[in-house]
T-cell receptor
Framework: EDQVTQSPEALRLQEGESSSLNCSYT??????LFWYRQDPGKGPEFLFT???AGEEKEKERLKATLTKKESFLHITAPKPEDSATYLC???????????FGTGTKLQVIP | EPEVTQTPSHQVTQMGQEVILRCVPI?????FYWYRQILGQKVEFLVS????????KSEIFDDQFSVERPDGSNFTLKIRSTKLEDSAMYFC?????????????FGPGTRLTVL
């Protein structure tokens, strides 16, 4: 069965303390890997799409990277407003659907 | 900035009743989707819709569910006879192109509570 696994489930950081979130996948025929941010009670908000191993994308304090088996979301010098659940999702190709992981709940403490 | 809107924000219904959840996708988008998220669980794909027909559906999307684009702007999800386990947050999304080529934009969701 195709799987998307995120770790850790929860992460608590001090403001300014950099860290990484992991998304590992065991899907065949990956066409794209997506990172979303989800605030409580709201819909996922798109952050990045990665298509091939070695690709990197950056936005403000966030940087996403992709290998053949996993993706990392690096958060540099996080601020309290970065607190949210970060979701990873994959598109397997041949299907117009996206499979989500369970997310990493990030809390940044001032 | 254009956004996906959903109504109502919260729907409470009795088990066995029919509900219709409404979405207005971004106006120039061609692909439409419904997802659900049971409290504390992951976001799950239900169905995708393109060119006025279902293009993909998950095993969750059984005969109790249907989707429709009744006019040029609305996209609806109908649950014919709700069950307790249908209680969840339902998200509508839309994209200009297919997911791997174009970003899916999500609405704020409708919280469905089945009593």
């Amino acid at each position: 069965e195709d799987q998307v696994t995120q770790s850790p489930e929860a992460l608590r950081l001090q403001e300014g303390e950099s860290s990484s979130l992991n998304c590992s996948y065991t899907v065949s025929g990956l066409r794209g890997l997506f990172w979303y941010r989800q605030d409580p009670g709201k819909g996922p908000e798109f952050l990045f799409t990665l298509y091939s191993a070695g690709e990197e994308k950056e936005k403000e304090r966030l940087k996403a990277t992709l290998t053949k088996k996993e993706s990392f979301l690096h958060i540099t010098a996080p601020k309290p407003e970065d607190s949210a659940t970060y979701l990873c999702a994959v598109d397997q190709g041949g299907y117009q659907k996206v499979t989500f992981g369970t997310g990493t709940k990030l809390q940044v403490i001032p | 900035e254009p956004e996906v809107t959903q109504t109502p924000s919260h729907q409470v219904t009795q088990m066995g009743q029919e509900v219709i959840l409404r979405c207005v996708p971004i106006s120039n988008h061609l692909y439409f989707y419904w997802y659900r998220q049971i409290l504390g669980q992951k976001v799950e794909f239900l169905v995708s819709f393109y060119n006025n027909e279902i293009s993909e559906k998950s095993e969750i999307f059984d005969d109790q569910f249907s989707v429709e684009r009744p006019d040029g702007s609305n996209f609806t999800l109908k649950i014919r006879s709700t069950k307790l386990e249908d209680s969840a947050m339902y998200f509508c999304a839309s994209s200009k192109g297919q997911p791997f080529t174009d970003t899916q934009y999500f609405g704020p969701g409708t919280r469905l509570t089945v009593l």
